[in-house]
């Protein structure tokens, strides 16, 4: 499995009243196997969106919609890469080919914020895109494998994303 490239297997969650951009740095195998953003079982991400929103998602239908009609689009940071191990860790990914952000917010002009949520995003972003200038945020990873953060303190940091859609 290391040998092959692996292109993204789907498409980036997005419209044109998209105001916040949140970047993972690639789909998880288990992701991947659910053709859909943070889809893991044990990933955060979309029981910290429930809380900040108050909301319940059952299915991935129901998260796209929340994220579209709340102005939250989702993609990742890389369109392309080896993934040693076959496993999801960040540190297994090689050969990371970046998607391209500047014909990416030359299609969607509204959005005016970045998180990421981890560091392997915000570094590959920062690596290839430092002429955008777009304010940026790093989030704590939601992934089952950082554990070294409890819920309620990821959640704490993530409360950012609803403050910032509000003004």
Not at 81 to 104: I, Q, T, V, W, Y
């Amino acid at each position: 499995m290391s040998n092959e490239v692996i292109q993204h297997p789907f498409d980036a969650i997005v419209n044109n009243h998209s105001k916040i951009l949140i970047l993972g740095s690639f789909p998880s195998l288990k992701s991947c196997e659910q053709n859909f953003y943070y889809a893991h079982p044990r990933n955060q991400f979309w029981p910290i969106m429930e809380q900040l929103f108050n909301v319940t998602l059952k299915s991935n239908d129901e998260r796209r919609d929340f994220a579209l009609q709340h102005g939250i689009a989702l993609w990742d940071t890389y369109g392309a890469l080896r993934r040693e191990d076959g496993n999801s860790s960040d540190a297994n990914l090689k050969d990371l080919e970046p998607n391209d952000f500047h014909a990416f917010f030359k299609k969607y002009p509204n959005i005016r914020h970045l998180f990421f949520t981890g560091r392997k995003a915000e570094q590959g972003y920062k690596k290839y895109f430092s002429d955008i200038d777009l304010p940026a945020t790093l989030l704590p990873s939601t992934s089952p494998a950082y554990a070294a953060m409890k819920f309620e303190e990821k959640l704490e940091h993530y409360r950012v994303i609803r403050k910032t859609l509000e003004h």
